[in-house]
Nanobody, 125 residues
Framework: QVQLVESGGGLVQPGGSLRLSCAAS????????MTWYRQTPGKERELVAR????????DYADSVKGRFTISRDNAKNTVYLQMNSLNPEDTAVYSC??????????????????WGQGTQVTVSS
């Protein structure tokens, strides 16, 4: 049974920090790229940060560059999001996503995608 369980969300004051974790089970974690998304009511889901399966490459939304850091521990099947210098615009539900694509035949590509349930982050004084 595939599971992605986020934790670490909560209420923090502007300028503060939080560290989100996403614990994976039920699939081969090290084969999957991992992505953190966030969403607020009435807005489209936003990609926050992504890390490749081996951890060799990361990407960030412009809005979080220099403040957020994504990392992973494949031995613990966990991906992290360290969030510093938080501001109210970072308030959202943060969800982790596991994804991989592969070819089942020369012209047929398949994607496996899994989602966690999300954790609320609220930045407010």
């Amino acid at each position: 049974q595939v599971q992605l369980v986020e934790s670490g969300g909560g209420l923090v004051q502007p300028g503060g920090s939080l560290r989100l974790s996403c614990a994976a089970s039920g699939f081969t974690f090290s084969n999957y790229d991992m992505t953190w998304y966030r969403q607020t009511p009435g807005k489209e889901r936003e990609l926050v940060a992504r890390i490749t399966s081996a951890g060799g490459s990361t990407d960030y939304a412009d809005s979080v560059k220099g403040r957020f850091t994504i990392s992973r521990d494949n031995a613990k099947n966990t991906v992290y999001l360290q969030m510093n210098s938080l501001n109210p615009e970072d308030t959202a539900v943060y969800s982790c996503n596991a994804g991989r694509s592969y070819y089942v035949s020369p012209f047929s590509k398949k994607e496996d995608v899994y989602w966690g349930q999300g954790t609320q982050v609220t930045v407010s004084s």
